[in-house]
């Protein structure tokens, strides 16, 4: 089996591994921001970079391969330095906004600037104004975007709706919808639950709760028969935003409908129709009557005459 030196100890690994994979499976510690293991890698965000023995250039460990004999370093000083320049490259176009962002607490870059010891800007630098695109459910500020990709790999790779795409280059790029309008996907969200900032957020999260104060409990989606694990974030006994989980991927409806029990139109006790209108009856009244309606209907066409249908996530003694 080939084996690989990291910081001068040997692993093995396996032919198409690489560096960023044998580090991981060996619990060897390197900062990442563009890579997910669900996705091709990208090797956009730079953060990930290693030392390789006998190459002058840092390399982007999660678009390395592994090679035999290989000796990479991982904790260098050189290292260390190298990532802490491409942290100020991303600072440079990016707002420090985190007082007053929704992703404040939960952010892969304000984390990652604590972890790299950045305590202030070291070039000074002009924020850009770019875009924020209201799409419905996601709003997009394209101003804390920093271009990792994840959003637009995610939804051609996961969800296989290639809603999203890079426009323009360098300075000014910024992520859109593939045809430059309005997004019109199917609003799963998967992109606002992996972009590791605050440009892609649920619309109806925005400015409500910090992200401090949820309650992050996993349990089911009652939407539909499927069930999918949902992450759901309360605040005060409310439903503040659900989210896809580590192993699900939940539908628009899942996600964004989770308000419906509070809303006004809600039907919340039985209506009984008689002369064209509906009234309140009681429970025990709405079910006479409608065994009653049952039993007539079978007097008059038989046993035959009378189906079911229930929601498959029904238990057996709800059903019977
Ligand atoms: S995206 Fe992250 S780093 Fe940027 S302003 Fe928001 S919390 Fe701060
Ligand atoms: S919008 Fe978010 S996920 Fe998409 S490229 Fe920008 S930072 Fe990454
Ligand atoms: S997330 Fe969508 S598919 Fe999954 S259970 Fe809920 S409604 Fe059904
Ligand atoms: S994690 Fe390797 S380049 Fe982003």
Redesign the pocket.
Known sequence: MPEIYINNKKYPFNEGDTVLEVAKRNNIYIPVMCYLEKITPTGACRFCLIEIEGIDKPAAACVTYALDGMKVFTDTEKVIKDRKRMMDFVLIKHPLDCPVCDKAGECMLQDMAYEFGINEESVPSVKPDKPVFDWNFIINDTNLCVMCERCVKVCHEITGCSALKIEERGFNNIINTTDGTELNCDFCGLCVDYCPVGALLDKPYKHSVRSWDLDKKNTF?N??P???E?EVNIHDNEIFRCRSTENSF??S???YAFKHPEHKDRIETPLMKSSGKHSEVSWSDALDEFKDRLNNIKERYGDESVALLLGSRLSNEAVF
Request: glycine residues 16%; hydrophobic residues 40%.
């Open positions: 989606c939407m539909c499927v069930g999918c949902i939940i539908c409806l899942g996600r």
